[in-house]
């Protein structure tokens, strides 16, 4: 009798927690005064045509930039601009570092926003 009552028990505990998530998950009634309206759609965003760093802006020419444009890159200030200018041409945006213009942890701070584009 003991062994029926622990049983009965025990069903009736795991009845009770496998009904709970379908509980919880039941919608909660709004009030009448308050209705909401339903959400609408949003359209998903076109894709940006164009290489990935278009959409974050134009990528600076290192073999035509003026200085101010490369001043305005991080890491690079008047001096290390001048010293880009009478560096060029570049036939490659890492000449930066192999020419030891400015060094890897700058270059790799600004190697997303440079290019360095052939004539």
Known sequence: MASSK???????LLS?????PALA???QMSSPATPTAPAKPTAPSAPVAGPP???KGALIDLNSASPAELDALPGIGSARAAAIVKG???RGKDE???????PQSVYDGIKDKIIAKQK
């Not at 930066?96 to 400015?102: A, F, M, T």
């Open 25 to 27: 998950q039941t919608p």
């Open 53 to 55: 760093n278009a959409a």
């Open 6 to 12: 622990k049983t009965l028990a025990l069903f009736a």
């Open 96 to 102: 930066l570092v192999s020419k030891k213009i400015i």
């Open 16 to 20: 009770t927690l496998m009904a709970a």
């Open 88 to 90: 060029r041409p570049y």
